[in-house]
């Protein structure tokens, strides 16, 4: 199985502060990497997928970078409603398999 | 408007087993591969297993093989999870996803029902 890892695992953070999120996969997966953010107590939402290409009705300052093994997720200007657990996925071969998550916290 | 509904949830016995279902509407249901993923209490997200649009594949995480099956109804637009020797460790919440046509990322979720397998 491919097993992924996401740093930091928390993190604080002031609203207007650029973030980046890191998930690094055990072997290539070209660009099979979505982003997903889950509010408590709700679905989570579709962010990113393939690694780069923003989901529908996503915000612009969400952004998904990397290929191969190395990925990150950044957020440019931090609002209020941005606070969430955010999960990276890889879609290359199953069993698919989650990050342990990143939850982003009002500083 | 897209809605993914799931049902079933419950609390039951170690080794009992239980089905949940999961109803689409505002999608060509059929178009779409479909996914159950589930997430333990204060957890981080778990798929689970996943069937082809005509239900001629279906794939399990190690953890359910032989226990879960995955099966869908199109003419039903529907989507099912029959759970049998249910354990401690199968308790979650169960959402259903969707992933469209020629793609490989979930972009739709159900609400989600939560199962709680305790004596």
């Known amino acids: 199985d491919i097993q992924m890892t996401q740093s930091p695992s928390s993190l604080s953070a002031s609203v207007g502060d650029r973030v980046t999120i890191t998930c690094r996969a055990s072997q290539s997966i070209k660009t099979f990497l979505n982003w997903y953010q889950q509010k408590p107590g709700k679905a989570p939402k579709l962010l990113i997928y393939y690694a780069s290409s923003l989901g529908t009705g996503v915000p612009s300052r969400f952004s998904g970078s990397g290929s191969g093994t190395d990925f990150t997720l950044t957020i440019s200007s931090l609002r209020p409603e941005d606070f969430a657990i955010y999960y990276c996925q890889q879609s290359s071969s199953v069993p698919f398999t989650f990050g342990g998550g990143t939850k982003v916290e009002i500083k | 408007e897209v809605q993914l509904v799931e049902s079933g949830g419950g609390l039951v016995q170690p080794g009992g087993s239980l089905r949940l279902s999961c109803a689409a509407s505002g999608i060509t249901f059929s178009n779409y591969w479909m996914s159950w993923v589930r997430q333990a209490p204060g957890k981080g997200l778990e798929w689970v297993a996943n069937i082809k649009q005509d239900g001629s594949e279906k794939y399990y995480v190690e953890s359910v093989k032989g226990r879960f099956t995955v099966s869908r109804d199109n003419a039903k637009n529907s989507l099912y999870l029959q759970m049998n020797s249910l354990r401690a460790e199968d308790t979650a919440v169960y959402y259903c996803?969707?992933?469209?046509?020629?793609?490989?990322?979930?972009?739709?979720w159900g609400r989600g029902t939560l199962v709680t397998v305790s004596s």
């Open positions: 996803a969707s992933t469209p046509i020629f793609k490989d990322h979930f972009d739709y």
